[in-house]
């Protein structure tokens, strides 16, 4: 059997490697580097950065720890070095990984040219099933002066070489609050313009809400409910954002503009009507087994449209192997033959930072589902006073019949918080099984406990 993917971001090359390692003769395709945009312009960049920032902050408030610090200043090329050489030291560590696995690595852009070949720089590549990873890249904006220069996009912003003095951010979700919290902690003013009524619309709105409010008084100013129409570029270079707000027209000025509206499916040029495989403007139209309408090919990750992030690409892969390898006879990875992609966390690394798992308390009101929300407090928690993180909430959502439908953590390590309610819910446990286990104090994760019991 022989696996072609087309793609080599982390659903791409987890793949590949777990096949190879499988003894599936497996081909990875990649037209970039190895990683995609999670590594080279996404998750790890931001991530870097973020670090940075966040060390930033904490030198401001040192005083609030008793420790008295001055005259400090954000060196941002020495920060964009550090991020550059922590892709780069990743990139090559992927690349050994494919190596050590057996992949067959092929640079260049991939072209379908029917539901089993593939062409790669006029090379074709037979192969029994083809596993279709190509991601996503940045949407547009269609208004005038989008393509003005200074407006940038979040692949430019992270290649930078200089601090801009003015930032404005187009967008409120996940990436676009992630560089406004990042660049005002480094120094920047900023502000960010969204359309709805409110940021992260997909996040519990408590939660959206306390962390608009919170990065608001750090400096970020918001204008939401904002219709942005134009970018004009004066004479000396500043860019003109100009809004449709609640009636009125308003602008910011800004020396560099960021359009974070969100990502489309990288789905043209690949030949996917030669295949006959379905897709849509919201991606590639697969089942629960990532597989197409077309038997031999699978779509995962962010090109599927379903769930645009890097963990659910990899979780995706394996879900294609499990449905290519059941149909062949075979066994793959039991250990996790029950993934189950409803329970997808998801975090957004602001400061402080936001995470979710499951159910928002609107989607359940408008499922008519059953709940108890549970709430517990960072400021009553006495690790996070001792952090200097007394900002925090966290909410667990119980249904009617003692399942953990969700739960929504804005604080210190939000993430690791979601996780361990994340495992819970995957293996079906009740919010018994939270209440009944231990927890290590003084920590963070008794502020779950709190919530549990409460």
Do not use: W
């Not at 189950?340 to 402080?352: E, K, R």
């Amino acid at each position: 059997m022989k696996i072609t993917i087309i793609g080599a971001g982390p659903g791409g090359y987890e793949t590949a490697i777990a096949a190879a390692k499988a003894g599936i003769e497996t081909v990875l395709v990649e037209s970039g580097h190895v990683g995609g945009t999670c590594l080279n312009a996404g998750c790890i960049p931001t991530k870097a950065l973020c670090r940075s920032a966040r060390f930033a902050g904490e030198l401001r408030d040192s005083a609030g720890l008793g420790i008295a610090v001055s005259g400090f200043h954000v060196d941002f090329p020495a920060v964009m070095a550090r991020k550059n050489a922590i892709v780069e030291q990743l990139r090559t560590g992927v690349g050994t990984m494919l190596s050590a696995a057996g992949v067959t690595f092929v640079s260049g852009r991939a072209v379908l040219k029917d539901a089993h070949t593939v062409e790669v720089s006029g090379s074709l590549f037979n192969s029994d099933y083809i596993i279709i990873a190509t991601g996503s890249s940045p949407a547009a904006l269609a208004i005038p002066g989008a393509d003005s220069e200074g407006v940038v996009d979040s692949t430019e912003l992270l290649g930078m070489e200089s601090l801009p003095a003015r930032l404005c951010v187009i967008g409120a979700g996940v990436v676009g609050l992630e560089f406004a919290s990042v660049f005002r902690s480094f120094g920047s003013e900023v502000s960010v313009v969204e359309y709805c009524r409110e940021v992260l619309p997909r996040f519990d709105s408590d939660i959206a809400k306390r962390l608009r409010k919170s990065l608001a008084s750090n400096g970020i100013a918001f204008f939401m409910q904002s219709q942005v129409t134009k970018i004009d570029t004066l004479e000396d270079g500043t860019l003109r954002v100009c809004m449709s707000r609640k009636g009125a027209e308003e602008y910011v000025e800004a020396d560099k503009v960021l359009v974070s509206v969100g990502r489309r499916p990288v789905c043209e040029d690949l030949g996917l009507e030669n295949a006959g495989v379905e897709f849509t403007s919201k991606g590639i139209v697969t089942d629960e087994s990532m597989r197409t309408n077309i038997p031999s090919v699978f779509a995962i990750g962010d090109v599927n449209g379903r769930q645009m992030l890097a963990h659910a690409a990899v979780f995706q892969g394996k879900k294609a192997l499990q449905a290519i390898f059941a149909e062949n006879g075979l066994s793959f990875d039991s250990e996790t033959g029950n993934i189950d992609l409803s329970v997808m966390p998801s975090a957004v690394f602001t400061m402080p930072e936001a995470a979710s798992v499951g159910l928002t308390e609107e989607e359940c009101r408008e499922k008519r589902i059953g709940y108890r929300c549970r709430k517990s407090f960072y400021r009553a928690n006495g690790r996070a006073l001792c952090e200097n993180e007394p900002e925090g909430l966290c909410k667990i959502l119980e249904g009617d019949d003692g399942r953990i439908l969700g739960c929504h953590v804005l604080g210190a390590h939000a993430d690791a918080l979601v996780q361990e309610v994340s495992v819970l819910m995957s293996s079906g446990s009740g919010l018994g099984a939270l209440r009944s286990a231990v927890h290590i104090h003084p920590s963070l994760s008794e502020i779950l406990h709190s919530a549990a019991e409460a």
